[in-house]
């Protein structure tokens, strides 16, 4: 069963990680364990919630102004793209966000899924439109993610989770994926030899 496309998270993933999470709850008056950001401000009152929401805005960008791909991202792109294996990037950042890292790094995909799109991951509805727009069934798409909502989303969608392990916590959501790999340039050998 040949690979028919990868989809990757961005920050964490494709980006090394830079957002503090921890720290930009405390900056909201969240407490640490308040659980996910955009979640948890569902929650709350305007005008909290739209003061929340640009704190998070201006520092997903000073994310985008100082990321640094990880290592073997931009040979993976490339080199899928060239094998004819269509490349998505579904994120729970915006659109616009991805594509300035896309522009700084002078990298192209194939499509760009933001959280402006539908359901945030781990809610599979992500997967399930890209793999739509792209020709590809779930069953033969890989997903690539640093992440635990990285590995729920591909495994509610029946794509195949793949956990690069750059996260502190990433032993434990090694669980949930098929593959766990230390570098980006791994991806190749798991499309070549999947099936």
Request: net charge negative; aromatic share 4%.
């Amino acid at each position: 069963m040949a690979i028919e496309a990868v989809i990757f998270d961005l920050d964490g993933t494709l980006t090394q990680p830079f957002l503090d999470f921890d720290k930009i709850r405390a900056e909201m008056g969240l407490a640490r364990d308040a659980g996910p950001i955009l979640e948890t401000l569902e929650g709350l009152p305007e005008p909290e919630r739209r003061r929340c929401l640009e704190l998070l805005r201006l520092r997903e960008a000073e994310a985008v102004d100082n990321s640094c791909l990880n290592p073997g991202a931009r040979d993976a792109l490339a080199t899928l793209r060239a094998q004819g294996i269509p490349v998505a990037i579904l994120t729970r950042n915006t659109q616009d966000n991805a594509r300035r890292v896309l522009r700084r790094h002078d990298l192209t995909v194939d499509l760009v899924l933001g959280r402006e799109e539908g359901p945030l991951k781990p809610d599979p509805r992500g997967v399930f439109t890209i793999c739509r727009r792209l020709k590809s069934e779930p069953k033969k798409t890989l997903f690539v993610g640093d992440y635990l909502h990285d590995m729920l989303c591909a495994v509610a969608a029946g794509a195949i989770p793949v956990l690069l392990m750059s996260h502190s916590n990433a032993e434990a959501f090694r669980q949930h994926a098929s593959f766990a790999i230390e570098s980006l340039g791994e991806i190749m050998a798991i499309v070549r030899d999947y099936g």
